[in-house]
């Protein structure tokens, strides 16, 4: 095998895991041709699964599992890929992130269409440097507040970064800007420009979201990931090199990896084109020492080495490589704020006095403080949500739950007989639950209230039922009394006046998100009565 | 792709905006792409008996243990004249059935699959060009058609689910006493033939939900609002959708805890369907197994005084099937 070959696979696998990713997030939603079998489902309720192992990556990434088990004390489901990595890792060092990592391959990408630096001004910017030393600080921290009982870590996580901003920012806004262009292509009046109108936002409706998604924070979201995007262009990989705890937590494990760079530096004619080239700025050039944790396993450097300088080897010896960088400060640092990070975060008495009224977890979703040990904030649960109910939180659940799942049920409702979150929640912050156990336990996120200021038949304004009529509890949690109210020119109105029964409601929300009062429902949810806590009650 | 080819082969013949879009959404279904809609701008056909002049009203009773749904289907159109009474070669057929909850079958809340199974396949014996499924869903589309049987039917039987979607709802005026501009489910009045489908329920604010009331799950916009004057406005709604023909799924009928349901204490076998080309005599006839006075019911005995047909069931030619 040439070297020159060996570059060639490195992009395939880099292309091939990056459009893989690229698929599972798209995939991530019902399909719209999903169907059971109704002579199955005839009779009991079936669960409507996704067809596609959309946590795939999640579980291929030893961060989300290690500070799972750190947290949370919990194996997340197939943590023996990520178990696979770090052996992985061992043997060849970060080759996940030359190879494999989907975010790692955007960066990579950006970098090398369109460099930013030429000639000497790129050798300069691929030199390392010590602000390499704040991914340590990251991991360090994540590591530390998880086993403080913070799970953080997908706030930096590259997956499930990844993850969060295609599904909750990238593909939204693509979508939204694609269908405005369709409508106006729609709107003309040239044929073909308005039959293709009409066809594509068919055709991209299974791409972007059927009905157009909006995530509060996405604009936040997006703005972030473009930053990152941009610091490309000051140093090729910033993120990689700079910021990714996943490759700080890899490099951490290259330390005894037997793939290394062999150096012979009376070959060397200082040509500086093999740091030129350098992903990791990992200090490829012989006359300096390679640093085995920086290296982003991209092979540039053999491959453009003219001189045959270089060479990646199989060196079996208990010799272990060169230290990664980390420092007692890095250390000190990121220990400090990883035990202060979750206990100033507790302050605010989200989690032990005082839950926000509008923190509607999912369904499944384990009690607070075992949430906060396992949600990495990936989005998926988001993506997944066919009603578009599931949001990142922005302050709902205090500082530490930032970006962690929210139902706003303006925005959507939890569907009675849906079940899906908790199917492909990576970590089991939300729990897999079947339809079953949602009905017959039941499984409560909230309760509803009336507002009879602004109800319609309250108020006496109009009749209405409709928070009854879509009530799907069984018997209502809405329920009607039949009465008589008087109008602002005295007469007087039949109405059915609505009412809650708390025992029954289940929180869905699906009255508030029918209810015709726009603005403020004249029916609300709030997360009392929610059965995963044993606090946050309203009945005895 | 070879609704893009025939769209810029024809670029000779100038089209119209319209008809523009009507021939993408026909062109559409070939690619398999469900959200596609279709049919032509021909209003729906008026059929009259091929006997007499009258309208008719067919019920058709399973009374046997275990008898087949779909053979009662059949039996019932049969005694109609056949799904060609209804039916040309190269008719596009638009189905409505009620599909608006995310239910299992047994509870009643949707329109029974074996029924939307039956009938698909008698307009494709009748030639049907394609048959199409459309309503706009109270839950989720995708949930509903799955759940309900009807992605299953679809599926097997080969006819497009049309899911509701922003694009699909265009601003029409409906010419109504209390309805004037509103945004409709374009499929339901783009199709040659338009099945009306629904199953009887009980439903807490008009009492009962059968054929008429179907029609709010053909429009969009703040349809929530219609509850402020129900009657009315499903009145005005039967006068804008004048399907070919209804049948009315009374297999299993939800008598209480309407529309929604979502236990089988509420439902009840009346083994029933109830064909016929007058919405207010379907409607009235299936009132009737509810045990409720059509004249008691707002929407029917306003319809009949809006002249948009009759309870009175000697006016028409009656007929009963059993099986």
């Known amino acids: 095998v040439k070297i020159r070959h060996l570059v060639w696979l490195r992009r395939t696998l880099q292309a091939f895991f990056l459009i893989f990713f690229l698929f599972l997030v798209i995939e991530s ?45 919990t194996f997340v489901k197939g943590f023996l890929w990520g178990a696979g990595i770090l052996v992985l890792t061992i043997l060849l060092g970060r080759i996940f992130c030359g190879f494999i990592c989907p975010f790692g391959t955007i960066h990579h990408a950006v970098g090398t269409f369109k460099p930013a630096l030429k000639g000497s001004r790129m ?84 791409i972007f979201g059927y009905n157009q998604p909006a995530y509060q924070t996405a604009w936040f979201i997006g703005f972030i990931f473009l930053v990152i995007l941009f610091l490309n262009r000051i140093r090729p990989r910033f993120w990689c090199r700079t910021l990714c705890p996943l490759g700080a937590l890899l490099g951490i494990f290259s330390r005894i990896s037997i793939l290394k760079l062999e150096k012979y530096a009376q070959k060397c004619t200082a040509c500086n084109l093999c740091l030129k080239h350098c992903q990791g700025a990992a200090s490829p050039r012989p006359d300096q020492e390679w640093e085995t944790a920086e290296c982003l396993m991209c092979l540039n450097c053999f491959n453009v080495c003219p001189e045959d300088a270089l060479a990646f080897r199989f060196v079996w010896s208990l010799e272990r490589n060169r230290q990664p960088d980390i420092g007692r400060r890095a250390l000190l640092g990121g220990l400090t704020v990883g035990i202060s990070f979750p206990l100033f975060a507790r302050l605010d008495g989200s989690i032990d006095k005082d839950p926000d009224s509008r923190l509607i977890r999912p369904p499944g979703s384990l009690p607070e403080k075992e949430f906060l040990e396992l949600c990495q904030r990936c989005g998926l649960c988001m993506k997944a949500c066919p009603t578009n109910v599931i949001n990142p939180t922005l302050g709902e659940a205090g500082v530490a739950g930032f970006w962690t799942p929210r139902l706003i049920m303006t925005q959507g409702y939890c569907d009675y007989t849906c079940t899906l979150c908790g199917s492909v929640c990576p970590t089991g912050a939300i729990q897999e639950i079947t339809v079953d156990e949602k ?66 409601c289940v929180g869905c929300g699906i009255c508030e998100n029918k209810c015709p009062v726009r603005g403020l429902p004249a029916i609300r949810t709030i997360s009392a009565g929610e059965s995963r806590s044993l606090s946050n009650q309203i009945l005895l | 792709m070879n609704w893009i080819k025939e769209s810029i082969m024809n670029f000779d013949k100038p089209l119209t905006r319209r008809e523009s879009i009507k021939k993408l959404l026909q062109l559409g279904g070939s690619l398999g792409l469900a959200g596609a809609i279709g049919g032509s701008l021909q209003t729906p056909k008026v ?7 009258k309208k008719f009203i067919i019920e058709g009773i399973g009374q046997t243990e275990g008898y087949s749904v779909r053979a009662l289907t059949r039996k019932v159109f049969e005694s109609a004249g056949g799904a060609g009474r209804f039916v040309s070669k190269g008719d596009v057929v638009v189905i409505k059935p009620n599909i608006s909850w995310a239910r299992r079958p047994e509870l009643a809340a949707t329109t029974n699959p074996e029924v939307l199974a039956a009938v698909i396949e008698l307009c494709q014996e009748g030639g049907a060009k394609k048959v199409r499924i459309a309503d706009h869903t109270i839950n989720d589309a995708r949930r509903c058609f799955a759940l309900s049987g009807a992605a299953a039917v679809a599926k ?24 004037d501009t509103w945004p409709v489910f374009v499929p339901l009045v783009e199709a040659d033939v338009l099945i009306n489908l629904p199953v009887a329920k009980h439903h807490s604010l008009s009492r009962l939900t059968i054929g008429m009331k179907n029609w709010i799950g053909a429009v969009g916009g703040s349809r929530y609002s219609l509850h402020q004057d129900i009657h009315q406005s499903i009145v005005d709604l039967a006068h804008f959708f004048r399907p070919t023909v209804t049948l009315i799924d009374a297999v299993r009928i939800m008598t209480r805890n309407g529309p929604s349901g979502g236990s089988t204490s509420y439902v009840t076998e009346k083994n029933t369907l109830i064909l016929s080309d007058d919405p207010v005599a379907g409607d009235a006839r299936a009132a009737m197994l509810f045990n409720h006075q059509p004249q008691n019911l707002g929407f029917i005995r306003m319809a009949q005084e809006q002249g948009l047909g009759t309870f009175d069931f000697q006016k028409l030619a009656q007929q009963k099937v059993v099986l």
């Open chain 1, 439 to 504: 009905i017959k336990q039941p499984i409560k996120i909230g309760s509803a209230y009336i507002d009879r200021g602004r109800c319609l038949p309250w108020s006496g304004n109009a009749p209405c039922i409709v928070c009854q009529e879509v009530c799907p509890t069984s018997p209502k949690a809405v329920y009607l009394k039949a009465d008589v109210v008087a109008t602002s020119d005295q007469k007087s109105l039949n109405v059915h006046l609505p009412f809650v029964d708390l025992k029954r």
């Open chain 2, 156 to 179: 097997n039987t080969g006819a497009d689910l049309i899911h509701p979607r922003s694009s699909l709802m265009k601003k029409m005026s409906l010419k109504g006493n209390r309805l």
């Open chain 1, 123 to 206: 050798v300069q910017a691929n030199l390392k440097t010590s602000d390499q030393k704040i991914k340590y600080v990251i991991l360090i921290l994540l590591l530390v507040a998880a086993v403080c009982g913070l799970n953080a870590a997908g706030l930096m996580d590259p997956i499930a970064f990844l993850f969060r901003s295609l599904a909750l920012a990238v593909l939204p806004g693509l979508g939204a800007g694609l269908r405005s262009i369709f409508e106006i292509m729609a709107a003309s009046d040239f044929k073909i420009l308005n039959l293709a109108g009409y066809g594509a936002e068919i055709l991209v409706s299974p």
């Open chain 2, 47 to 53: 059929v009259n008996a091929a006997s007499e002049n």
């Open chain 1, 29 to 73: 939603r019902l399909p719209q041709d999903v169907y059971i079998d109704y002579n199955m489902a005839f009779s009991a309720d079936q669960e409507l699964r996704l067809d596609q192992p959309v946590t795939f990556f999640f579980q291929l990434d030893p961060l989300i599992g290690i500070s799972s088990l750190l947290s949370g004390y």
